[in-house]
């Protein structure tokens, strides 16, 4: 991410405003990088990282492993900085070719296509809650083991089944307790994660390339 001088003066107000915290310094940058895009400090205490998810994110992302989104909104907001950095393949389920159905919604539908065709992806669900719910009973089912799984929808209606569902999965996985996240939020941790990514594994992967 390319960053000017207000996104500096923002960053520094943040981490003069955030106060003690517990996160690594990765996880920090994460964390940052969300109240910046949100501008709600409530984040440092909604976000929640499962063991090994930042180092198992960046690796899928250094081997170039595909990406599945629910929403058209988060793929145009990380597939610019992808594809300057490792050029992943990024696909959206509401887009995905499926036959109509009524139990379920189209990026449901969609998230359920993407998932038996790409297994073993990183899967960013930043807005729908039944997308996501639909994920989890895949994993559940051992249908599908995602690289990684970043969950930030908001809902009032069960979302936070879904998200406790996740956690239990024992995939690796960010996301975001109780009712509040969006699509901005699910945006601003692949950003993060990708430059995280980019420092570790950049030049080297350059030199493959």
């Given at each position: 991410?390319e960053?000017?001088?207000?996104?500096a003066?923002?960053?520094?107000?943040?981490d003069?405003e955030?106060?003690?915290?517990?996160?690594?310094p990765?996880?920090y940058e994460?964390?940052r990088r969300v109240?910046?895009?949100?501008?709600d400090?409530?984040?440092?205490s909604?976000?929640?990282?499962s063991?090994?998810?930042?180092?198992a994110?960046?690796?899928a992302?250094?081997a170039r492993?595909?990406?599945?989104v629910?929403?058209?909104?988060v793929?145009?907001?990380?597939?610019?900085?992808?594809q300057?950095?490792f050029?992943?393949p990024?696909y959206?389920?509401?887009?995905?070719?499926?036959?109509?159905q009524?139990?379920k919604?189209r990026s449901?539908?969609?998230?359920?296509t993407?998932a038996?065709?790409y297994?073993?992806?990183?899967?960013v669900v930043?807005?729908?809650?039944?997308a996501?719910?639909?994920?989890?009973?895949?994993?559940?089912?051992?249908?599908?083991r995602?690289?990684?799984?970043i969950?930030?929808p908001s809902?009032?209606?069960?979302v936070d089944?879904?998200?406790?569902?996740l956690?239990?999965?024992?995939v690796?996985?960010?996301r975001?307790?109780?009712?509040?996240?969006?699509?901005?939020?699910?945006?601003?941790?692949?950003?993060g994660?990708?430059?995280l990514?980019?420092?570790a594994y950049?030049?080297?992967?350059k030199v493959?390339l």
């Open positions: 991410m960053w000017h001088l207000t996104d003066q923002s960053l520094g107000i943040i003069r955030i106060g003690d915290h517990a996160f690594s990765a996880e994460i964390v109240i910046y895009a949100t501008a400090f409530e984040y440092k909604l976000i929640r990282f063991d090994q998810a930042l180092q994110g960046a690796a992302l250094a492993t595909t990406i599945v629910d929403v058209p909104m793929q145009v907001g990380i597939a610019p900085q992808i300057s950095t050029a992943n990024v959206c389920s509401v887009e995905a070719i499926v036959r109509p009524k139990e919604s449901a539908w969609g998230i359920e993407l038996r065709r297994p073993e992806a990183v899967f930043g807005q729908s809650q039944t996501l719910t639909t994920l989890v009973e895949l994993i559940e089912l051992e249908e599908i995602p690289a990684l799984v969950g930030t809902g009032f209606v069960d089944v879904a998200k406790d569902r956690n239990d999965s024992l690796p996985h960010i975001i307790e109780g009712r509040k996240g969006s699509a901005v939020v699910a945006v601003a941790v692949v950003s994660l990708v430059d990514a980019w420092q950049g030049q080297e992967t493959g």
